[in-house]
């Protein structure tokens, strides 16, 4: 005999929230192409410019990779594999932690810092055409207040339905 489901039906999204999800969704694809196609001649995807992006801004040009996944917002595993091909592309290396064993630290090399150099007013100048100069200062206070509350909530709450 089957169990009756007591799980209370989906609360269905209404035509307006549903056009701005889709809107989001398809908008943030995009965006992440464009800004990718504006790193391709420098050999480098939007993973490895916010690597660089982060070390850049850290002490030294170095952080540890726990707090580098963070920071990029790649999983631990994607770091690995991301550290991997921009050590052998001379961006960054690797460092063990001195005073913990299973620590290590990602530093950016002279070459990593030129990347990002070379690399950083052609991303600035796409952000700025399909983004921020096509939005009033007003729409850009309203999307940093909308994606703050959301990151906040997402802070907590990364596995939960």
């Not at 460092?95 to 950083?120: H, L, N, Q, S, Y």
Request: aromatic share 4%; charged share 25%.
């Amino acid at each position: 005999m089957a169990e009756a489901s007591t799980q209370a039906p989906p609360k269905w999204l209404t035509p307006s929230e549903m056009e701005a999800w889709r809107a989001y969704i398809l908008t943030s694809r995009r965006l992440m192409e464009v800004l990718e196609q504006a790193l391709n001649n420098h050999d480098l995807s939007i993973a490895d410019y916010e690597v660089l992006a982060q070390l850049s801004d850290a002490p030294g040009r170095r952080m540890r990779m726990s707090e580098l996944a963070d920071a990029a917002l790649l999983s631990r595993s994607r770091l690995s594999h991301r550290m991997k091909v921009m050590e052998q592309a001379g961006l960054i290396r690797k460092e063990e932690c001195p005073d913990d064993r299973r620590g290590a630290f990602a530093v950016m090399t002279e070459k990593g810092w030129g990347a990002i150099v070379a690399a950083a007013p052609d991303h600035v100048a796409s952000v700025r055409r399909v983004f921020t100069d096509v939005l009033t200062s007003a729409d850009q206070q309203v999307i940093a207040r909308s994606f703050t509350t959301i990151q906040n909530l997402l802070k907590g709450d990364t596995c939960s339905s």
